[in-house]
């Protein structure tokens, strides 16, 4: 995720808290550093302040907007009246939420941005083949469809979203299966991707992690 927030104590608290809960987490101070990020990475979602040096919240998002980036964004900002919540939504946001607020909350409103964003994208490239999400179908050349459970799907898309990415299991368990309470989970279902998609699949990173693609 990208966080972009002028407050130096507040960007180092919410990425201490967000990477804890399994976020890899960009920061930037001013609209612009933003606007730079946003266009030429890949991000699940953005949490974006309002009052910001170079150019302010609103107008990043409305910037963004125009230039197709659809990566959902929920505005973080003491200005929190309904018509300051109503100029958000209508520049573009998804989600809006005032300062000062409660972390669960925030984290909340996350995870149900992240669902709907990977809800609404439709394949994602899974080595030479592709997976559907819609119906979790893994397609390859030459090769019978193979259908997916809906926990292999939750793991392989996480992998997928960020190819040549090491993740380590705490992370993919906190992403991919965030009820679960042990890394033996994300084990068992590397395990069961391999046994219907081949061993190379999802390489081992030894002794840190797993990733989609070569090491
Ligand atoms: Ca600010």
């Not at 219907?196 to 990733?211: E, F, M, N, P, S």
Request: with cysteine.
């Amino acid at each position: 995720m990208l966080l972009v927030e002028d407050d130096a104590q507040l960007i180092g608290m919410l990425s201490t808290l967000l990477t804890e809960e399994g976020y890899a987490v960009d920061t930037a101070g001013d609209g612009q550093r933003a606007l730079h990020l946003a266009l030429t990475r890949q991000y699940d979602v953005l949490v974006v302040d309002r009052g910001l040096p170079a150019i302010e919240g609103l107008d990043l998002v409305g910037r963004l907007r125009s230039r197709a980036v659809t990566t959902p964004v929920l505005i973080l900002s003491a200005l929190a009246n309904t018509a300051d919540r109503v100029a958000g939504l209508d520049a573009g946001a998804e989600d809006y939420l005032g300062k000062p607020f409660d972390v669960d909350e925030l984290l909340a409103r996350l995870r149900a941005l992240r669902r709907r964003h990977l809800a609404a994208a439709d394949s994602l490239p899974v080595g030479d083949g592709w997976l559907d999400l819609q119906t979790r179908l893994v397609h390859r050349a030459e090769e019978p469809p193979v259908r997916l459970s809906e926990r292999e799907c939750a793991l392989l898309t996480v992998l997928a979203r960020n190819p040549n990415r090491m993740f380590s299991r705490r992370v993919l368990l906190a992403l991919a299966f965030p009820e679960a309470e042990s890394e033996a989970v994300v084990d068992t279902y590397v395990h069961y991707l391999r046994r219907k998609l081949g061993r190379r699949v999802v390489a081992t990173v030894h002794g840190r992690g797993y990733q989609l693609g070569r090491p």
